[in-house]
């Protein structure tokens, strides 16, 4: 057994490896792409301003997060130290993401990746304004989780980001843009969550509403409870509330069988309760839905080890 995990284990290494995973982008790809993220300024009703990111996508046309652009009664983005005014928006407020037009911004668009198509550990970056920062800054790292969602995947990466930043883009080495800077969880050992390409090309196609429209919660904002189950197991898992953590994830493997997640995170709640014979088919459950799940392959193997200890012990 403990030489089959390990086989597995250095297949999926060698195939993250042949996939470019931990490759790096280009200086050159990386600066192309400061020039096609944007500073995001509002101005709200109380008189404050507000502060974002936005990527241009096409022609005129800019994606950023909602909660950005959110009450604002003016909208700009800024090129060259110039602010373009927004004339238009589609919103999705659902999923956080909003799509302003801007006339006369020229500015090449990126070009658009497939975040159904991620792999775990598959390298990433970013490009986003933090702060009150004039200049574009990028950051560094891999994917480290996907949620199935609406036809598409929640990315889950290890690239950091700090507030203002939001409405950026992730990309992937090639430089194609495969995901929107939105979110993270709380704590100093956060969670960074970015939303699809997938649900940016879908708004594309919807008709453009005044600025003034009236906004709604984003699926992130609701109660704890009615929150997507990768959100509800963070704390419990980082916490070490493992009853906690064994009740959500069990429920969420009840109700979407075919997530990888959902059954890593069962089986990491039974693996730290002791219960390790469940645990390895769970954490094996997790692997068979998702062969690039290094965690579960890692867990796989100190369950091995965990259960040659045992029948040592007991010879």
């Known amino acids: 057994m403990k030489h089959y995990l390990a086989n ?25 792409l400061s020039h096609r993220v944007l500073r995001v300024k509002v101005k709200l009703p109380n008189g404050n301003l507000g502060l974002g990111s936005a990527v241009v996508i096409a022609k005129n046309t800019v994606i950023t ?15 060259n ?14 999923h956080d993401l909003c799509m302003l037009t801007v006339e006369n911004l020229d500015v090449p668009a990126v070009k658009f990746g497939v975040s159904k198509n991620l792999q775990y550990d598959e390298s990433v970056f970013t490009v986003g304004y933090p702060g009150e920062t004039e200049s ?70 919807v008709p453009s509403d005044a600025l003034d429209v009236k906004s709604k919660k984003p699926f992130w904002a609701f109660a704890d409870k009615e929150r997507p189950y990768f959100m509800r197991v963070v704390y419990p898992y980082q916490s070490g509330d493992w009853d906690s953590l064994l009740a959500i994830a069990k429920e969420w493997s009840e109700r979407e069988p075919n997530t990888a997640e959902s059954w890593f995170y069962l089986a990491s709640a039974e693996f730290a309760k002791k ?41």
Not at 141 to 162: C, E, Q, T, W
Not at 287 to 299: P, Q, V, Y
């Open 8 to 32: 597995i284990y250095t297949l999926l290494l060698l195939l993250c490896v042949a996939n470019g995973a931990w490759a790096m982008p280009t200086d050159e790809t990386v600066r192309e």
């Open 65 to 79: 997060n909602c909660h950005v652009v959110n009450d604002a009664t003016n909208v700009s983005v800024v090129v």
């Open 81 to 94: 130290g110039e602010p373009y005014a927004a004339s238009a928006i589609k919103a999705d407020w659902h």
């Open 136 to 205: 574009p800054v990028s950051t560094f790292g891999i994917v480290n989780g996907l949620f199935p969602m609406d036809d598409s995947v929640i990315i889950r990466a290890s690239s950091a980001f700090k507030l203002g930043a939001s409405g950026g883009g992730a990309f992937d080495d090639a430089g194609n843009l495969i995901g929107i800077i939105t979110l993270k969880s709380k704590g100093s050992d956060a969670y960074y969550y970015y939303m699809p390409v997938e649900w940016v090309q879908a708004l594309m196609k």
């Open 275 to 315: 219960d390790y014979i469940n645990a390895e088919a769970h954490f094996q459950q997790a692997l068979e839905l998702d062969k690039s799940h290094l965690e579960a392959s890692e867990s796989l193997a100190k369950i091995s080890a965990k259960l040659a200890n045992v029948s040592l012990a007991s010879n």
